[in-house]
């Protein structure tokens, strides 16, 4: 299976400030099938980001998703503090779908 | 709007069995597919399966092949997991998601998690 592996762990960021979370597959990551999504503690996790570079439907165009290959990443600009939480990226494009471990951004 | 709300918490001793419910608002229920999709404590997200809800297929990660079973209810637009001979590393936030019904797996719409605690 695909291994996602993500950096950093932890994002300490002020709002206004611009997040880039990087996310790693150890294989090439059929069709850019590459998802993001934002989970915050209590709440059901949020799809971010499909196919690499497509913002799901609501998603403001501050959330920017790029890459191909191996190599994918995930822009916040303008940072809010609503925009704390766990990001995990996802690979769709083998079975079984796997997640990175996450990137906490932490707004202070 | 699209919604996908859960069953309450539960707690299980090991060896027990534990059925999670789905219930969905808001879209055509057949026209996809449910994921389940786990948390462990201090863990990361770890896809277990899915269930058409049109046909009731099923698909799941070989790490739960055997011991959990899918199904669904189309008259009450709810999906149901159901994980048998539990073990405390199955101690986990369990979620559903909803996907699309052509084979690929994102998840766009989830529920609000279901903790289930395995434990003597």
């Known amino acids: 299976e695909i291994v996602l592996t993500q950096s950093p762990g932890t994002l300490f960021l002020s709002p206004g400030e611009r997040a880039t979370l990087s996310c790693r597959a150890s294989q090439s990551v059929s069709s850019n099938y590459l998802a993001w999504y934002q989970h915050k503690p209590g709440q059901a996790p949020r799809l971010l980001i499909y196919g690499a570079s497509n913002r799901a439907t609501g998603i403001p165009d501050r959330f920017s998703g790029s890459g191909s290959g191996t190599d994918f990443t995930l822009t916040v600009s303008r940072l809010g503090p609503e925009d704390s939480g766990v990001y995990y990226c996802?690979?769709?494009?083998?079975?079984?779908?796997?997640f990175g471990p996450g990137t906490k951004v932490d707004i202070k | 709007q699209v919604q996908l709300v859960q069953s309450r918490a539960e707690v299980k001793k090991p060896g027990a069995s534990v059925k999670v419910s789905c219930k969905t608002y808001?879209?055509?229920?057949?026209?996809?597919?449910i994921h389940w999709v786990r948390q462990a404590p201090g863990q990361g997200l770890e896809w277990m399966g899915w269930?058409?809800?049109?046909?009731?297929?099923?698909k799941f990660s070989r790490n739960f092949q055997g011991r959990v079973t899918l199904t669904r209810d189309t008259s009450a637009t709810t999906a149901y997991m159901e994980v048998r001979s539990l073990r405390s590393e199955d101690t986990a936030v369990y979620y559903c998601?909803?996907?699309?019904?052509?084979?690929?797996?994102?998840?766009?719409?989830w529920g609000q998690g279901t903790l289930v605690t395995v434990s003597s």
């Open positions: 998601a909803r996907g699309p019904n052509f084979g690929v797996a994102i998840f766009d719409y």
């Open positions: 996802q690979q769709y494009g083998d079975s079984p779908p796997t």
């Open positions: 269930i058409n809800a049109g046909n009731g297929g099923t």
């Open positions: 808001g879209y055509t229920f057949t026209n996809y597919v």
